[in-house]
């Protein structure tokens, strides 16, 4: 530890490299997190400046990793049963799909690689060169232009083997290492997308993974830039062919017809690669994303195009679900948005194992299950009857990602069922138990009320309360909004509230949470006149999950009421489980607090008018006490909605801004927010300050709400002056959550320079009797510093004259 300008400097160093997580690395100091560490590309030194004074205390400092907050001793986990892990045994398995999307296609299927260098493109998202390797899946026979997806593995190791000598470098690999092959690791879903006559690539991001460690965003905008690389390359050899294939590919690839699939860190980057396409005029044409188990350090959002957002329940490595805010932040971030979004939550599945480079027995570099435990009682435990092997999860995640793009990219509507929440589910997906939650597109969806904001006065009857929270009430030490949805230690179990490490104050999904004593409650929520015919909607459906502190299980009755008062009632447990407590013990991450599907066919309100609906209730009727979570009600039918890049919308900027730190007093240090160009609409984005801010550094947090016709907005950072000599401050300025407008630059990067002299230091003339054993030399420092100063002399033997000091950084 040092002291740097108004903070202190944490550097850990250890005797091992750390692990490659997709998860961020934090230092513990005494037991507790206090942030993200850079973690430097040799993987054994971690440092972040803080100005938490429980640095002068440390006792302990310790690596710890944002997905394993709250989990108790080490990766033992989830030692217990929980109350509801026998239903969740033998739940309720939706119909089968006529269709299976995991079955082989009547095309064979031809591979390729290509490798153009371990350091062929300079991406400046981490300002290092990269590997352009891939390999490619092709339907043999396939006539025209075929759709395109493109894969993107995630944060794993990048080399194996034995090293010979220390590397100057991580990437390339040094003598003695391989790269992993990560990017080979999808094959059953490429295949099973090429069998039905899709073009197919999986790409390597190896170096990025290298580097990825102390860059300001973790890599998402280098993973994206990687994407849009191929992309071009891709747009080359399908129109003019060269490289390594020649004219094999000149006209046979569809390049305004793209899919995306990202798979932990990488499912952050195409969701990024999506904007930023966007944001460069949408020069391809991706029209679907699928981030599997992806991190969302960040906040982003991705409107326009079809997205799926796969969560593995027994991830051990982003345990707390984060890709569940691209959701979330997503569903109305943009007016008029037309594309169709899902979640599909997998219970049984890990975080490594969709890929077959990173499990056990199937990889070439060795690999792990990332949910640590043999035990038999967890939900989670390799040995658990619930739990998916390898291949069942593989082949789960083979169905849902053919099936997604399948329905996306290629139209095959008999797909449909399978995403939108009616639990449909693929044969291949075998066993497994899959909870999807759906937002239809707009052209075939009627929202009721998101349930997001205070019911007007009269809406709530009986012994009943609705309060809209959001947020988590004492998370292990990081930023929270006032009003809270839970109150947790192991806010693992919470995907819906827990803060970004990057945008840590934006505020997390508003809810509905009603609370209950009687059987008399009711939430009634009115119709108005031009909404009152729902004819053409298939089903009336919300998200709802039962309160952690109520009981496991709990029930509410669904009432619909026409003009002349004839009224259908529906109990919720009769059509879903989405009021059943998610399976585990109160530990460890579990059980997961997710809001789920609760899905009322119309067809099934017999007697009510449905060309005047006027209102829907939601009743406290089925148990006498109680307290769930509700959220987005609406009318909908599936659909495939229309999907493109958003390039219409205006792209929100953040400047770069470099200032000298200055003797006394504050000043301002002016980032600008720009827009594109004006809009029409109210367009809002959360700004925050982020990373080694100290104290000279202010902390800001704002909402900046640009007006029809406004297009910049000026954020002021306090900087604090002094004269002490100390280091730059590098930190960055946070946009996060945009509603009407897409993110282009969305990290502005702040650098105060400190402009201090550095202090002189002087050894004056030792002095000592003989008998005196020890001879002081007095040192002087000529000003305070916030640097630790060395000393290095030598004694030469009859001389006693020391040799001239110098002043070194100790790191």
């Known amino acids: 530890m040092r002291p740097v300008a108004g903070g202190y400097q944490l550097t850990l160093r250890l005797d091992a490299p750390a692990p490659m997580r997709a998860s961020l690395p934090l230092l513990a100091v005494n037991g507790k997190p206090i942030g993200v560490a850079r973690q430097a590309p040799d993987q054994r030194t971690l440092t972040l400046v803080t100005t938490d004074p429980a640095v002068l205390k440390a006792r302990d400092v310790r690596l710890v990793w944002s997905g394993d907050l709250g989990k108790s001793e080490g990766r033992n986990r989830g030692q217990a049963a929980g109350p509801t892990d026998a239903d969740w045994l033998k739940a309720k398995q939706g119909p089968l799909l006529k269709d299976d999307p995991g079955a082989p296609g009547k095309y064979q299927v031809a591979t390729a690689e290509y490798d153009l260098g371990d350091e062929a493109v300079y991406l400046p998202g981490i300002k290092q060169r990269a590997e352009v390797r891939g390999k490619v899946y092709s339907p043999r026979g396939a006539l025209g232009p075929r759709p395109l997806v493109l894969f993107l593995h995630g944060r794993h190791q990048y080399c194996y083997g034995e090293e010979v000598d220390q590397p100057e470098k991580p990437w390339p690999c040094p003598v003695g290492l391989k790269p992993v092959p990560s990017f080979r690791g999808y094959d059953a879903p490429a295949e099973a997308l090429a069998s039905h006559g899709y073009q197919v690539v999986s790409i390597s991001a190896n170096a990025v993974n290298a580097y990825d460690g102390d860059v300001y965003d973790s890599g998402a905008q280098a993973r994206a830039e990687l994407i849009l690389d191929h992309l071009a390359l891709w747009k080359k050899w399908s129109t003019t062919g060269g490289g390594p294939f020649g004219r094999q590919f000149v006209g046979k690839v569809n390049l305004q017809n793209i899919g995306l699939m990202g798979h932990s860190r990488g499912g952050e980057g195409v969701a990024r690669a999506a904007v930023l396409n966007a944001d460069r005029g949408g020069q391809y044409g991706i029209r679907a994303v699928l981030p599997l188990a992806p991190t969302d350090f960040a906040r982003a959002?991705?409107?326009?195009?079809?997205?799926?957002?796969?969560?593995?329940?027994?991830?051990?490595?982003?345990?707390?679900?984060?890709?569940?805010?691209?959701?979330?932040?997503?569903?109305?971030?943009?007016?008029?948005?037309t594309a169709p979004r899902s979640t599909v939550t997998v219970l049984g599945a890990n975080h490594n194992f969709f890929n077959t480079e990173w499990t056990p027995g199937q990889s070439e570099a060795p690999?792990?299950?990332?949910?640590?435990?043999?035990?038999?009682?967890?939900?989670?435990?390799?040995?658990?009857?619930?739990?998916?092997?390898?291949?069942?999860?593989?082949?789960?995640?083979?169905?849902?990602?053919?099936?997604?793009?399948?329905?996306?990219?290629?139209?095959?509507?008999?797909?449909?069922?399978?995403f939108d929440g009616s639990d449909s589910r693929a044969a291949s997906a075998g066993r497994a138990v899959v909870r999807v939650v759906s937002q239809a597109p707009l052209v075939s969806r009627r929202d009721v009320n998101a349930l997001d904001k205070a019911l007007p006065a009269g809406a709530v009857t009986g012994k009943a309360s609705a309060e809209v929270c959001a947020g988590l009430s004492e998370p292990s030490g990081r930023a929270t909004a006032t009003a809270t949805c839970m109150t947790t230690d192991d806010w693992a179990?919470?995907?819906?509230?827990?803060?970004?490490?990057?945008?840590?104050?934006?505020?997390?999904?508003?809810?509905?949470?009603?609370?209950?004593?009687?059987?008399?409650?009711?939430?009634?929520?009115?119709?108005?006149?031009?909404?009152r015919d729902v004819r053409?909607?298939?089903?009336?459906?919300?998200?709802?999950a039962p309160d952690p502190v109520g009981a496991p299980r709990t029930d509410l009755s669904v009432r619909v009421v026409d003009g002349k008062g004839r009224a259908a009632v529906v109990p919720v447990s009769t059509v879903s489980d989405a009021l059943v407590r998610m399976p585990g013990s109160d530990s460890s991450g579990l059980p997961k607090n997710l809001l789920r599907t609760v899905r009322i066919p119309v067809r099934s309100l017999k007697g009510v008018d449905l060309r005047d609906v006027r209102v829907v209730e939601l009743r406290t009727d089925r148990v006498a006490s109680g307290s769930a979570y509700?959220?987005?009600?609406?009318?909908?039918?599936?659909?495939?909605?229309?999907?493109?890049?958003?390039?219409?919308?205006?792209?929100?900027?953040?400047?770069?801004?470099?200032?000298?730190?200055?003797?006394?007093?504050?000043?301002?240090?002016?980032?600008?927010?720009?827009?594109?160009?004006?809009?029409?609409?109210?367009?809002?984005v959360y700004v925050e300050t982020n990373g080694d801010l100290g104290t000279a550094v202010g902390d800001v947090t704002r909402k900046l709400v640009f007006k029809p016709g406004q297009v910049r907005q000026k954020v002021s950072v306090p900087v604090a002056g002094n004269t002490r000599d100390s280091y730059d401050l590098p930190f960055s300025l946070v946009l996060s959550a945009p509603r009407e407008g897409l993110l282009n630059q969305s990290f502005g990067h702040g650098l105060v320079l400190d402009d201090d002299a550095t202090p002189t230091l002087t050894i004056g003339d030792g002095t000592a009797s003989e008998k005196a054993g020890v001879v002081r030399f007095p040192v002087k420092l000529s000003a305070p510093s916030d640097k630790i100063v060395n000393l290095m002399g030598q004694l030469k033997d009859g001389t006693a004259v020391a040799v001239k000091g110098t002043i070194t950084d100790n790191d």
């Open 301 to 337: 959002t991705v409107p326009g195009v079809a997205m799926s957002v796969l969560l593995p329940y027994c991830d051990g490595d982003v345990a707390d679900l984060q890709g569940q805010t691209f959701y979330d932040d997503t569903r109305y971030s943009v007016s008029g948005d």
């Open 493 to 531: 179990n919470a995907p819906h509230w827990g803060a970004s490490w990057y945008a840590a104050r934006t505020p997390t999904t508003a809810v509905t949470k009603l609370k209950w004593t009687g059987k008399d409650g009711v939430l009634r929520l009115n119709l108005p006149a031009w909404q």
């Open 630 to 684: 509700v959220s987005d009600v609406a009318f909908s039918s599936p659909g495939v909605g229309l999907s493109a890049p958003a390039r219409l919308l205006p792209q929100l900027s953040a400047s770069n801004v470099t200032v000298k730190e200055g003797d006394k007093g504050t000043k301002s240090m002016d980032f600008w927010v720009t827009m594109s160009r004006p809009s029409i609409r109210t367009v809002s």
């Open 367 to 418: 690999s792990s299950d990332d949910w640590f435990g043999e035990e038999k009682e967890s939900p989670c435990g390799a040995k658990y009857a619930g739990r998916l092997t390898a291949k069942e999860q593989q082949a789960v995640g083979t169905a849902y990602i053919a099936g997604f793009f399948r329905l996306q990219l290629g139209q095959e509507k008999q797909f449909l069922p399978q």
């Open 536 to 544: 053409r909607f298939a089903a009336l459906s919300f998200r709802a």
